[in-house]
């Protein structure tokens, strides 16, 4: 079973970069699509950002195209999203996931979700 580990969240002002890492426990990511999502207090999980197993391609969510990027380096068995310009509205716990089939911007098509990390962008 693979799981996912997040690592890389924090404090930042608002228009400040920070990058998101997700490697593998228990497994490799390189086969699978993988995703990340967001989750903000009292809201319902939202979807980020998807890329393919390659890395050929990427899908985002309306709101955050253009600001953030999903990559992955497969000899490392690691997924990154780089996130620049951040908004307070940004603010959320962010989760990595690994697909199993379906549409990368589906919820439903992940099997295995990372315990999450937290982002704060203050005003």
């Known amino acids: 079973q693979v799981q996912p580990v997040e690592s890389g969240g924090g404090l930042v002002q608002a228009g400040g970069s920070l990058r998101l890492s997700c490697a593998a426990s228990g497994g490799t990511l390189r086969n699978y699509g993988m995703g990340w999502f967001r989750q903000a207090a009292e809201k319902e999980r939202e979807f980020v950002a998807g890329i393919n197993w390659s890395g050929s391609a990427t899908y985002y969510g309306d709101s955050v195209k253009g600001r953030f990027t999903i990559s992955r380096d497969n000899a490392k068995n690691t997924v990154y999203l780089q996130m620049n310009s951040l908004k307070p509205e940004d603010t959320a716990v962010y989760y990595c996931?690994?697909?199993?089939?379906?549409?990368?911007?589906?919820?439903?098509?992940?099997?295995?979700w990372g315990q999450g990390t937290q982002v704060t962008v203050s005003s």
């Open positions: 996931a690994v697909a199993g089939v379906g549409i990368l911007s589906s919820r439903a098509s992940y099997d295995y």
